[in-house]
C-alpha cells in the first residue's frame, strides 16, 4: 500500500499510512522501509526518515538489506545531504564486508568518486581517498584517475602529481 501510495507521488498518504501501521504494533519489513522513504524526501521530511533509519539499525538487520540501504542513501542524496548519504554507503559497505565478506568494487568507488567531489555539501573528500586505500584499490588505473581528478578540483595539484608519479607503469593514457 505505502509503495503504491509512494509511486503514486501521493507522499502524504504513503507517510499517513506508515503512521498508522506503527501505530497498530505492525512489524516494519525491508519492502515497508523502502517504500516509505522517498516519500521522506518529497516532503522534505528528513527528521522522519532519520527516525525510520535508527529503527533499521535497531531491527532485525534491516538496514542490511539492498533495498533499505539504497532507499536510504538516496533520500538523503536527494535531500540534499549528501554526506549522510556517503555515510551509509560507507557504514552499508563495512558491514558488508564484515557480515559477508562482499566488497564495493572498484567500478562503484569510480562511480562514486565525482559524484562526492562535485557536491559542495559533502566535506570530507580525502576520506574517499582513505576508504580507496583500506579497500585495496589505490593501484587500479581507473581509481587512480578519479583520484587524481579529484584532487585539482580541491586545489591539491600536488597530491595529484603524487598519485601520477606513484604509477609505476604509465601507458600512453596517463603520458
Known amino acids: 500500500m505505502i509503495s503504491s501510495f509512494s509511486q503514486s507521488d501521493r507522499f502524504s498518504e504513503a507517510l499517513d499510512f506508515f503512521r498508522l501501521m506503527v501505530l497498530k504494533g505492525d512489524e516494519l519489513d525491508c519492502f ?51 554526506e549522510g548519504g556517503w555515510r551509509v554507503f560507507y557504514c552499508i559497505s563495512s558491514r558488508m564486508i564484515e ?10 568507488m569510480v562511480s562514486v ?42 586545489g591539491k595539484i600536488d597530491i595529484s602529481e603524487n598519485i601520477f608519479n606513484s604509477i609505476e607503469d604509465k601507458d600512453k593514457v596517463f603520458l
Do not use: W
Open 32 to 82: 515497508t522501509i523502502a517504500s516509505v522513504l522517498p516519500s521522506c524526501s518529497h516532503l522534505e521530511r528528513l527528521d522522519i526518515g532519520k527516525e525510520i533509519h535508527v529503527y533499521a539499525l535497531r531491527n532485525n538487520g534491516l538496514i542490511e538489506n539492498s533495498f533499505v540501504g539504497k532507499a536510504l542513501i538516496d533520500m538523503y542524496y536527494n535531500y540534499g545531504n549528501v
Open 113 to 154: 568518486m565525482p559524484a562526492c567531489v562535485q557536491c559542495e555539501a559533502f566535506s570530507s573528500k580525502e576520506s574517499i581517498h582513505g576508504y580507496v586505500i583500506k579497500l585495496g584499490f589505490e593501484e587500479n588505473r581507473y581509481v587512480q584517475n578519479a583520484l587524481m581528478d579529484m584532487y585539482p578540483r580541491k
Open 99 to 108: 557480515v559477508v565478506g562482499l566488497l564495493p568494487n572498484t567500478t562503484s
